[in-house]
Nanobody
Framework: QVQLVESGGGLVQPGGSLRLSCTAS????????MGWYRQPPGKQREFVAR??????????MYKDTVKGRFTISRDNTKDTVYLQMNNLKPEDTAVYYC????????????WGRGTQVTVSS
């Protein structure tokens, strides 16, 4: 079955950078569009960025508030998707998850453990 393992989070000051990684198994990774999502404290999980699979020529899309600061990329040889986050702001504080895109909103949808990103001085 699918397994997603996120890493790379941490505590960073405003204006700092982090690079998140997510390694997938149990799926044909290259054929799947992949996305990053986040869940801020006390809020619902939200979309952050997506990148197309083999058929999409590397198409990317971003949540408006992260455009120009975050970059999603993937390495199909490693079954890994990345999220480079620059100029981080306190409102970026959240648990970050990866998953296929689009992802089902069903309550039994699989999610990994996520990685905590905290932006604070």
């Amino acid at each position: 079955q699918v397994q997603l393992v996120e890493s790379g989070g941490g505590l960073v000051q405003p204006g700092g950078s982090l690079r998140l990684s997510c390694t997938a198994s149990g799926i044909i990774f290259s054929m799947n569009d992949m996305g990053w999502y986040r869940q801020p404290p006390g809020k619902q999980r939200e979309f952050v960025a997506r990148i197309s699979g083999d058929s999409g020529d590397g198409f990317t899309m971003y949540k408006d508030t992260v455009k120009g600061r975050f970059t999603i990329s993937r390495d199909n040889t490693k079954d890994t998707v990345y999220l480079q986050m620059n100029n981080l702001k306190p409102e970026d504080t959240a648990v970050y998850y990866c998953n296929r895109w689009p992802v089902s909103t069903a309550s039994n949808t699989y999610w990994g453990r996520g990685t905590q990103v905290t932006v604070s001085s």
